[in-house]
């Protein structure tokens, strides 16, 4: 496997992070098909590149070969002065989806030590689930049409932030 390297997001990025997108649009799932589909799904995706929570893994030729779209949960900043991450998109090329690459992306944000929540819809092709289970995320009860996932930070981790 060629060297990887994982770095934050940046709105540089959007044009390698949407071709990445549409070629693993089928396996997120996420819908590209019209034209308010693809506005919606790029507004989300200009919004995580300018939250400093998204990151993106890299090949040795510098192309984008996974993305973690990711956002504070404002709400939740406001209101209880805490910070809480909302994962909005996991995407990686079929070619790189191993447990390797997952973990690049993911642990940036774990080292955040904040509660981390992840929505995987029904029929996502990645295989994100087991990622997610095996990297410490327990699956919260929800609704047929998507699982949702959250990540706490160790007890001693958030008496230190």
Known sequence: MSELACREASLSDMKGIWDLVRGVAADIPVSIVSDVDQERALSRLME?????????????????????????????????NKETINVRLAAVAAAHRDDSVYKMLFDP??????????????GEGQGLSKVLEASGFSMLPSSGK????????????????
């Open 48 to 80: 995580c590149c300018s939250s400093n929570c998204s990151t993106v893994v890299l090949n040795a030729e510098k192309e984008i070969v996974g993305a973690l779209l990711a956002e504070r949960d404002l709400l939740d900043l406001a209101l209880a």
């Open 109 to 122: 944000l774990i080292s955040r030590a904040a509660p981390i929540y992840i929505s995987l819809s029904t």
């Open 146 to 161: 998507s699982e949702v996932f959250k990540w706490e930070p160790p007890v001693e981790a958030k008496e230190a932030a």
